[in-house]
């Protein structure tokens, strides 16, 4: 016979394991589920954990991270709400060095979720100057979170304000490649921010270097290829044949989705 551990069953569990754990071993239970993306758990584990004041601030953190996540998955705006009051309730100096980063990401995240995706880059942008750069995984995730926000202001803004946002997103994603050649997430918005400056042959010659790179990265190259090749097709190529033959482009876009097809088969891994 198969069992299926309902929500209610996970919360009851948690809570029983955190009566007999200290309140350490649970903050770590907290993390752990929260990492695992059982948020619902994450928070009932953290919030035990509350009351003790030498690690009441990381725990503010971690319920503020899991009712972020939450809002991600539910749309529930009691979550957002929620999130921001744990937010509230943390002193920087309480935490951690990586704690310290932590908040940022969530404060980012709330901005963000919020409708300020300008001051969500200013968080992200503080996160990524103190995040440790052989964590590569995290520094991309944080990466992307940036020129994420920053792509959406640029969406909200003025033209002239719209290309200067994108221009910073340009000269990072080159600082972030001339140090290491294999960043994915600044392989996609170097071409993407190019687009968005209004330099659509950069955009098109960044595309297709960064496919080619991409292939050299087994299985970390496939989402950042298939994400180059929606905007390629969908961005890239329609921009580009309007500036080749404004009058009567699609041909041009047809000759352009030819070329890109037989550059993915000669690179396919």
Known sequence: MKFVITQSALLAIVALSSIAASPRETLSRARELYNSAQYGAAIEAARTVSATPELADAAQLVLARAYLERFRVTDGAADLVAARDALRQVHAPGLG???????????????????????????????????DRKQALRRER?????????????????????????????????????????????SYWLAAGARGMGDIERAWDAAIAGWVRASQL??????????LDRLVTQAI????????????????????????????RAWRT
């Open 142 to 186: 944080l990466l992307d979170w940036w020129a994420i926000s920053l792509d959406r202001q640029a969406q909200l803004a003025p033209e002239a304000t719209a290309r200067a946002l994108q221009t910073r997103i340009v000269r990072r994603m080159e600082d972030e490649l001339r140090g290491d050649a294999g960043a994915t997430v600044a």
């Open 237 to 264: 190529i329609p921009d580009r044949a309007r500036l080749i033959a404004p009058v009567s482009p699609d041909a041009t876009a047809a000759l352009m989705r030819s070329q890109w097809e037989a550059l993915k």
């Open 97 to 131: 060095t990586d704690d310290r980063v932590e908040l940022l990401v969530a404060l980012g995240e709330s901005l963000y979720l919020d409708g300020q995706p300008g001051a969500a880059a200013e968080q992200f942008d503080l996160a990524l100057a103190r995040a």
């Open 218 to 227: 087994g299985a970390k190259g496939v989402a950042v290829r298939d994400a």
